[in-house]
């Protein structure tokens, strides 16, 4: 019995979940920081951000988003430029010298659809 078709996973796009355990201290900066910066940087690398939340897990705060790609070679370049943008870099650096740590874990799971999935795409084009 096959769980995945190689024929829906080339034309489908594929979804990325984020996990980031971010301090209580620094949980608001850390929101203000993604929304005000980190947000607007990625969509200038592609980002399609579909959803994001906040969870509570283990008495832990947890930031959460997923995102959607054309592909894993579109989202390995994304990141690439991302994490290489200077404006970004510059951010980052200034925000951990005034507010410390801000993300203690990140867990990253790329997610392949299944060829019985009933929604192929969560984003429009």
């Known amino acids: 019995m096959a769980f995945h078709n190689k024929e829906t996973s080339i034309e ?6 984020r996990i980031y355990q ?5 949980r608001m900066v ?15 690398y592609g980002f399609n ?7 509570n ?15 894993k070679k579109t989202m390995e370049n994304a990141w690439k430029n991302f994490m290489a943008d200077q404006e970004w870099k510059d951010i980052k650096k200034e925000s951990s ?4 740590t801000f ?10 659809l299944t060829d019985y999935s009933p929604q192929k795409k969560l984003l429009k084009e």
């Open 22 to 26: 971010v301090p209580k201290e620094n």
């Open 97 to 100: 010298k005034i507010h410390g």
């Open 12 to 17: 489908s796009p594929i979804h990325q979940l």
């Open 57 to 71: 897990f283990n008495n832990k705060v947890e930031f959460v988003y997923l995102l959607e790609w054309k592909d």
């Open 49 to 55: 951000i579909v959803s994001i939340w906040e969870s």
């Open 103 to 112: 993300v203690e874990n990140i867990e990253d799971r790329t997610l392949m």
């Open 30 to 44: 850390f929101h203000e920081r993604f929304r005000d910066h980190a947000h607007r940087i990625m969509k200038k």
